[in-house]
């Protein structure tokens, strides 16, 4: 997902020193998920969560406060015996996590800080299909010192930044290979994203997955999200983790076969989801010319009974329903959620889907879902990326730093 | 896979000792992979190998010999200068796996030491579809004392039975959820085959997968083994490791849409891929009666030029390559393995297979290639997946002795 962490090279004969930074650097981990999860804590309260002695999780509670990780919010309880503790809590001032998103419609940035708050954000609309990546990655490097400098201004210092994106991203998580509904081919984001910080890229349904998983209310560790606008991607989450496929490719829904004979699709196939449930194909199902804020579109009409909206609508949720039907059977996931700009359209895609679904499978279907964070899934996924990533390693904010 | 293993349990103030005996079960385990992999080998090429002393190295090897795991096969290497050391290879006498598979048309047990090799071996032919649990598992059982007999004459004994079967095996590793074709439903083998050795059974193409993923020659670790036969199963490799979904139902290709007006299917669905290319859609498409040795029965027909049986196969690769557009447009495998009987078809299925796939996928398509171990990869997959429960931690051979 992020930046690798690296301990630093070291000689085969020390394994042992090794061994034990690579304890510190886990145990300091575990203090900052300890105080994240259920923070404010004292040390004492950290020391018996983690099962350290409270000696030993003050010397990784100072080392914290001096990177800019954790604050102490002043003495806890007075009233007890002994020496009073003082509550922890997640910085608010320290290290934020920057995502940033190209929609074939819009870009977005935010910034997010260690307690999971969005601090700042900036957000441009217009069409970028068919633009060269130059221009639109000036606009979005623009966007990302904007978010930048307003979370600085909060005293925040931006710890790395992920960017979501509507194609095939390599394993490298800089190089898009292929975004089709952008028609941008083998561009190598590092290059084009001046920004100094460190970066990830990622596909923009992994993203929103992600999202699902670590901020959704009881999102299963297993589970197959759907990011459904122009294109439609997918990401398939097994215990908790990506599924990226050998060449990080995972995930190709709108590339599933639905009428095998059906019209000729972008990707060189024939009858592919994305004909029949992508955001473009709806809308010409429901014979209205592409424009901007596509969905609200189609909501508002399909809001006001327009049959032939709502039949192209029933028709895309039948395809997403077919497709679905091969992923459950091929995955077993707990439960499929439906997330990106199309969520917004559930109340006249869910009924025929889950019933395709439920038809087509024997025993107790599987449970179809909306994300509630819909087409914002992957901006706030990304930017969490970020932050997750100094969560799981606090010590490679102080290596950096 | 394989019976879990347990350290034995320990209180919570006791941490160290716990650690150091999984340690030292950690370490038995790289004794006998390296051993496995390379022997014969000296104790002191075993301590180079794994990075412990040769004194450490000594005890380990002294106790996996006591177990019976490993053997001295006498002085190496004489003219050496210092005490000779004694090769090490692993024991062609220790504990066996023992595998059985169900088949719609047969049973069969098998018995595969600690070397790899297949040290005994019993089939009955004969359908067992419609048949009820308890008569099929009584001659089970049957074969497998048989079988477990003919390994104790050559010295070995059973550590533990592993039993593929084609149907959806439930995450306990011992209820058929539900196999159509034997027709059985929620029946219990660990009460039904009482061989007194420890059980696991599994989806016939999950062992089918491990098969080619620790004996083929070559095999990723990222694949899809899709193991054709009545039914048409499928299994999904993921790093080395099973993909088993939430309720253990992953890799049920046989009933990914198609066709999706197609015929109706035993799962409820329409247009499934068993309606096209399971083994006896293939003979109704080309004309002939079920019967015994369905597969050799088409092979020779179609090796003879039987018209109505080949484009019957053609087809059936035509729906094959539909159905694994979609699987590798979701899971991104670096190849597909045909393997289960309808590998023996594979002459006349992969042509149409491979053309349907590659026109339907961008980019470089999956290569597709034919399992070399065909209908037994099941079964050899089963047998090895008990010596790899032995190999993976020795120390329970010794909890169980």
Redesign the interface.
């Known amino acids: 997902m992020t930046a690798p962490l690296h301990e630093s090279p070291n000689g085969?004969g020390r394994?042992l020193p090794d061994t034990q930074r690579g304890m510190r650097r886990r145990n300091l981990a575990r203090v900052m998920h300890a105080v994240s999860a259920e923070g404010p804590l004292s040390r004492a309260a950290v020391a018996s969560r983690i099962?350290l002695t409270r000696a030993a999780v003050s010397t990784l509670v100072d080392e914290l406060i001096r990177w800019g990780l954790l604050e102490e919010l002043g003495p806890e309880r007075p009233g007890r015996v002994g020496r009073p503790g003082s509550a922890l809590a997640v910085s608010g001032r320290g290290p934020a996590g920057i995502g940033a998103e190209v929609g074939v419609d819009h870009l977005a940035v935010c910034a997010v800080d260690l307690r999971g708050e969005v601090r700042a954000r900036a957000v441009r609309h217009g069409p970028n299909r068919g633009r060269a990546p130059e221009p639109v990655l000036a606009e979005l490097t623009t966007l990302v010192r904007r978010v930048v400098g307003a979370a600085e201004r909060e005293g925040l210092w931006p710890a790395g930044l992920a960017v979501a994106v509507p194609g095939l991203i390599a394993r490298d998580a800089r190089t898009v290979v292929?975004a089709p509904n952008l028609d941008w081919h083998d561009a190598d984001l590092g290059a084009l994203l001046p920004t100094g910080l460190p970066l990830t890229v990622d596909n923009e349904a992994n993203f929103g997955a992600l999202a699902e998983l670590w901020l959704g209310d009881g999102t299963?560790p297993?589970f197959l999200h759907v990011s459904a606008e122009i294109g439609i991607g997918?990401a398939?989450v097994?215990d908790g983790q990506l599924?990226?496929?050998?060449?990080?490719?995972?995930?190709?829904?709108g590339?599933?076969?639905?009428?095998?004979d059906g019209p000729p699709c972008?990707?060189?196939?024939?009858g592919c989801l994305e004909q029949y449930a992508g955001e473009e194909a709806v809308l010409r199902a429901a014979g209205l010319e592409p424009g901007e804020d596509l969905v609200g579109l189609l909501a508002q009409r399909a809001d006001e009974g327009d049959k032939e909206v709502r039949k192209a609508l029933r028709e895309a949720g039948t395809a997403l329903g077919?497709?679905l039907?091969?992923?459950v059977?091929?995955?077993?996931?707990?439960s499929v959620v439906l997330g990106g700009a199309l969520a917004g359209l559930s109340p006249w895609l869910l009924p025929s889907l889950a019933s395709e679904l439920a038809?087509?499978?024997?025993?107790p279907s599987c449970p179809v879902s909306v994300s509630e964070f819909g087409p914002q899934g992957p901006l706030l996924g990304a930017a969490h990326s970020v932050v997750r990533a100094v969560l799981d390693d606090p010590a490679s904010v102080a290596e950096r730093g």
């Open positions: 085969s394994a099962g292929r299963p297993d997918a398939v097994v599924l990226r496929g050998t060449r990080g490719f995972a995930g190709e829904l590339h599933v076969p639905v009428w095998p972008v990707c060189g196939g024939r077919i497709a039907t091969g992923a059977n091929l995955l077993d996931p707990e038809d087509r499978t024997a025993g």
